[in-house]
T-cell receptor
């Protein structure tokens, strides 16, 4: 049972345009969400997070939007740059039970074309 | 900040051999995680340590897998005997005990069992 789903395995955008990466979740107990970025042969690196008490969090070119009623979050990158080309993972956790456990989506490969 | 350090970066071994993966977490972090990444299952949590004590090993696939954390600055993941289906990238990650603190990942060990 996949509790965090990234339904688009890949996405290609032009440099300077907006990249929108989507993530859906099924567990209504999730209350904290994170995005990680991964380059080949490296470990995932933390990008941005959002608590369920917010619906938007912004950090420079990166903005994460959370729609709790739809159990959906998205990562917007504006403007996209070739260096943003990487695999992006959505992850979620909940305070109840195993509050240390991050559940990851399978990732979306973003390619930003010059 | 040296980050999470894993060794070796690559390991190629024959079926039946013992494999030991090593991890040095970020100094001051009291939580350590071992993850495995495969194409089929994505990133899966294998085991979680808090203050050097194993808290959750429910993700360890079989008795062939074992993990130790003898002190705050070192952990090992051992597979004995190894099998071809163990081939994957194994990541170590650490964090402090704050709920909202992100995981910091090492660059992983790519294990190939032939």
């Amino acid at each position: 049972d996949q509790q965090v789903k990234q339904n688009s395995p890949s996405l290609s955008v032009q440099e300077g345009r907006i990249s929108i990466l989507n993530c859906d979740y099924t567990n209504s107990m999730f209350d904290y969400f994170l995005w990680y970025k991964k380059y080949p042969a490296e470990g995932p690196t933390f990008l941005i997070s959002i608590s369920s008490i917010k619906d938007k969090n912004e950090d420079g070119r990166f903005t994460v939007f959370l729609n709790k009623s739809a159990k959906h979050l998205s990562l917007h990158i504006v403007p996209s740059q070739p260096g943003d080309s990487a695999v992006y993972f959505c992850a979620a956790k909940s305070k109840g039970g195993s509050n240390y456990k991050l559940t990851f989506g399978k990732g979306t490969l973003l390619t930003v074309n010059p | 900040d040296a980050g999470v350090i894993q060794s070796p970066r690559h390991e190629v071994t024959e079926m039946g051999q013992e494999v030991t993966l090593r991890c040095k977490p970020i100094s001051g972090h009291n939580s350590l995680f071992w993850y495995r990444q495969t194409m089929m299952r994505g990133l899966e949590l294998l085991i979680y340590f808090n203050n050097n004590v194993p808290i959750d090993d429910s993700g360890m696939p079989e008795d062939r897998f074992s993990a130790k954390m003898p002190n705050a600055s070192f952990s090992t993941l051992k597979i004995q005997p190894s099998e071809p289906r163990d081939s994957a990238v194994y990541f170590c990650a650490s964090t402090d005990s704050s709920y909202n603190s992100p995981l910091h990942f090492g660059n992983g060990t790519r294990l190939t069992v032939t």
